[in-house]
């Protein structure tokens, strides 16, 4: 009874997307503290109600002919609560606009609004390829580079553009690129492994990934080729090797070795939570870091 309940509840947590929002949020928490100013709660809210809301508004636009039957637990579960899932995502909405409106500025609205565009436009087939309607996503070896890039501007570049907008602190260019580029590559690493899982889903409808262009041996090592890339641009951002690289560092190695052992006949909870989970590992040893050192 206890393991049905605790099970339950996980896949509520994992399944509706609020994980993905709260590892979202972590990542945000991450870019703040590299840059050594406090959270703006403001954004952080921003952040979780739009990953929440365009996460669960992908899911609803992507419905398969026959939900109850996909091979995929996450999709059979949230078109099992389909009422659930709508609901999530107009409240997500009706709390997104407001805060939007009232604590974001010129800037940090346009970028909100193109983010919010691109990430609607991944699954929504408003464009025509081969005579088929198509989203975004469909465009061939696309996909990675789309979700990275959300990603980073929404975790990286929105906050930083906040910061500097209430003159809080003033970022170099070159600060604001190493730190996209690192979250870029971070974001695209944990990014491949699912699109490995789902290659043969990908197949059927038509969906050209990174491992279906390279295999899923060579799309490994090119997640590691990128969280090497991650840590290198680490260093040029800190300049020196001191115990918060080292904590990154670490996580980072988890990341490489969760990749490594990754296949297919993992089950879904392996990368919606350990996987994605590594987006809140990088904040919670920062935390700890912080507090004990």
Not at 56 to 84: E, Y
Not at 121 to 144: A, C, D, R, V
């Amino acid at each position: 009874m206890v393991k049905k309940v605790l099970l339950s509840s996980l896949d509520f947590l994992l399944f509706s997307n609020l994980f993905i929002a709260i590892c979202a949020v972590a990542q945000g928490l991450v870019t703040y503290y590299l840059l050594g100013i406090q959270p703006d709660k403001y954004i952080l809210a921003i952040i979780f109600f739009g990953t929440l809301g365009l996460y669960n508004f992908s899911m609803l636009l992507s419905k398969p002919k026959d939900p109850a039957n996909s091979p995929l637990m996450r999709v059979r579960w949230i078109f099992s609560h389909h009422r659930l899932i709508i609901s999530i995502t107009l409240i997500s909405a009706l709390c997104l606009i407001p805060l939007g409106l009232l604590y974001l500025s010129i800037e940090g609205k346009l970028l909100m609004l193109f983010t919010g565009a691109l990430a609607i436009s991944y699954n929504l087939p408003f464009l025509t390829l081969g005579g088929q309607k198509i989203g975004l996503k469909n465009i061939p070896l696309i996909k990675l580079f789309l979700v990275a890039f959300i990603w980073s501007i929404s975790c990286v570049l929105l906050p930083i553009v906040e910061t500097e907008h209430n003159h809080l602190l003033n970022i170099s260019t070159g600060e604001t690129l190493l730190l996209v580029a690192m979250r870029f590559l971070f974001i695209a690493a944990i990014t491949v492994p699912f699109d490995v899982r789902d290659l043969f889903q990908n197949k059927i409808v038509m969906l050209k990934t990174i491992p279906a262009l390279l295999g899923d041996k060579k799309a490994f090592l090119f997640c590691q080729f990128l969280l090497g890339g991650y840590l290198l641009l680490l260093v040029l951002f800190r300049q020196t090797v001191n115990l918060e690289v080292i904590s990154l560092t670490v996580t980072i190695g988890l990341t490489g070795w969760l990749i490594y052992k990754s296949n297919t006949e993992k089950n879904e909870y392996y990368y919606f939570l350990y996987l994605d989970g590594m987006m809140l590992l990088q904040y919670l040893l920062l935390v700890l870091l912080h507090l004990f050192f």
